[in-house]
């Protein structure tokens, strides 16, 4: 198989201007797109509805900021070490984006997709893909993608109101519907409420209008990208980690010995 | 002196609810603000004015695609390596932000700040003190940051723009007139037009928006970090970076012995 | 269940004395012990025999340098970047370490530890859980970790000169024969011979000398940190990252249109 | 000025060779050399005399380990976060080389290489030098790098085992003899003792065994590199990063209001 010349579609620097998509950036984007509509026309190489624009300012908002995580210390122990070097602070932060926190995206996404599949090829319903979906995690006694969270319970507030937008905005098709019948499957099988977290809403809308699985983090990674330039500025007023630091020598002390 | 305990304005998550420098994020941020506007809502503790809110945005746009630039290379290299970290490729790609290319933003703005001390401080004007520092710079035989662009001849095209958008909007301030004076004295110094580059601008509109310099570089990662993602989502449709990787090893071949 | 208070074992600095694993690092330790004793004592907390010490010199010597490979390359664009931070020209070359190049050590000794959790479980033979395993692979379509490589065949030229050191040292153990076994069903299976590459290697025999599988990645990051150095000492004497990045401009093209 | 074509004199890898600094690493050097001697050899171009070994191998093992650092807290939240992705939260760890602890080493050697340059060119003794030096920083208010820390008082154990390592393997010269010489002037223009800190040990001895200020850091980020494998093999075996986390939450508390 021969593979194809590797092509870019994104842009161009020229000596008297920049091209992005096929638009001139200074005459046509700066000024008259937003950030987010931005970042649209670059990852689909169209300008976005005034819907899809919404939809993803209300997900990337959702996930800026949410206290001092662990992340959050990671960038700032990190600038601490090199204020010279924001940049180093930023991607220490990002690197946490990972299984356990925001990689959960990732994998509830490749969950729906999968799924779609098995409902695209067979005669079952949506309902029944999901109640097969949780029995077969169950049987083999793993953890659902997109259930439980550490601190919101019973219910992370956020897909709510993720979902009720994307309602209105014409982005809940089918992913969202098989992550709502999920949820049902998920509670009756447990016999108790399970809390449906963010992950399973940004999973099921981006995948909704129309981004492939393997992307999904990336919208996390910009959102969070934010909120950490917020924390490392807030480093730069109020400065915490030397502190954080001290504390931690104390509360994990050298016991250099056996057990 | 005693350091004050230190605290965060920034956020918190609880059982039910996370607060965002004082909102509720769900009932009050989600849906009803721009990422634009949640980043500064974050960075600054104030929701911005409708001008800022534009103003930011076109300098995001301004900075999320150039090309395949080094930084868009080394984060595809690195995705081709690592495909199940997205995280680890955008952190690659964003470590490159630093004096060569993005940092300039940050020199910038240091020097546009140290010379408005001088302003402050002396009887001398925007004008004279720009001349000062031009000659400042020539004697010590130093690059004057801000000037000068590795592609765009004369004239870096995005300056331009976003000067005008920023009298628009009222952020044309006194670093912006610092800049375009420090412009004019460089080619009468220099007996021919040296380019302003975008740097330029971003570092003088950001000071007038009232932001410090230590901060303004993360403004470029920011929009970086979506020009990495675009980049990368590319990078998963049409992959470049074996043939990338092949191309180095025959451009760049092994020679073992001296010279 | 009570998650015990978290200690290190590690190090500590007090005013005039660090302390590492409970040696006085400046008066036990410092001129006294090789960077890989170091290593190992940090590790495991005890001083290594010699035969330890030469093995791991062993399997880091094999991965420090194989030419112009996709991390070298990122870790040189991000270094022509930033050059005043060499820690994030080294650490963007670090991020590729992923499942399709160094992970592979990983996902191989994972696959080990469970095969051997089959042999002390049941009543196979060496010999049967390697068929066995890799007609389980077979028949999930599973690529078999520690097999194949991109450039070197039929033979790796790694594996041969370290398993041999391993016999020779005292670390060819059963997960070294259970690697060699499964290599047999491997070209059993297939009809023809199928490279065994280093990844299996390392991870029998970091195994064989009781790591735990979860660090192994461990050993190739070092070994990869030190040719990361080297690549930007060399970048720095003879830069190739404009060159390179000149090259990839030509060879993949913007071309903003469909197909 | 033409730029010369680009190569690589590190290493090549074909089907059944590696090829590194003109030898075969499989016949010649696995099994044969030390970590350290393959770093040597790696950098230089030149098989390492037993001495400059065991110098590196001093340096290397100073650096290794030194407790519960902010790089180390770095590494171990984004492990947390990040398990399945080692090579990230090493990245991050590593990211914290910057001016404020790693860097120093840096800064020093550049200091020096400065000074070195004015003996040779001047008719100054090393002492009238070094009394020049110290006599421009205090001038200017500025902190001298090689001098002071954090924990160590009034003296770094560190540097007087590494230059009596110096002097006994030969590498005592000049830019040792003239931190030497530093270190008096400091102590005689304070008026009391100032701490002589790792750094500059390491840029001293470093300098005169014939390596480049801009490469110096990379030895600290290889022995890094291995401390942070360490301090992560810990952390899975007893995980201290939630508490960590849990502690910062209440010793930096949300206080969204004013001042």
């Known amino acids: 198989m ?100 925001f990689g959960a995206m990732e994998v509830t996404a490749q969950m729906l997709e999968r799924t779609m599949q098995r409902l695209r090829s067979g005669n079952v319903s949506i309902e029944e893909a999901a109640a097969e979906l949780v029995a077969d995690y169950r049987r ?53 409420h399970l809390t449906l977290n963010v992950a399973a809403a940004y999973a099921a809308i981006l995948l909704d209008m129309g981004f492939d699985s393997r992307i999904i983090k990336g919208f996390v990674l910009i959102a969070r990208c934010a909120g950490l330039v917020g924390h490392l500025y807030e480093e730069q007023q109020i400065p915490a980690a030397r502190r954080i630091a001290d504390l931690v020598e104390e509360a994990v002390p050298y016991r250099p010995g056996g057990d």
Chains 1, 2, 3, 4 share one sequence.
């Open 2 to 101: 021969k593979v194809p010349d590797p092509v870019t579609r994104l842009g161009q620097s020229t000596p008297d201007r920049i091209e992005v998509r096929g638009h001139d950036l200074c005459r046509d984007l700066i000024g008259k797109l937003s950030f987010t509509e931005m970042m649209l026309l670059h990852l689909t190489g169209k300008r976005p509805e005034a819907a899809a624009a919404r939809m993803v300012d209300a997900l990337l908002v959702a996930m800026v900021e949410h206290g001092l995580t662990l992340n959050a210390i990671a960038a700032r122990m990190t600038y601490a070490s090199a204020p010279e070097a924001l940049q180093g602070a930023v991607a220490a932060g990002l690197l946490g984006a990972g299984s356990v926190f």
């Open 140 to 192: 083999r006694r793993a953890k659902l993608p997109g259930f439980g969270h550490r601190i919101h319970k019973p219910d992370d507030p956020r897909p709510a109101v993720l979902f009720r937008l994307a309602r209105e905005l014409g982005y809940y098709g089918q992913h969202c519907e098989l992550m709502a019948a999920t949820s049902g499957a998920v509670d009756a099988s447990a016999g108790r």
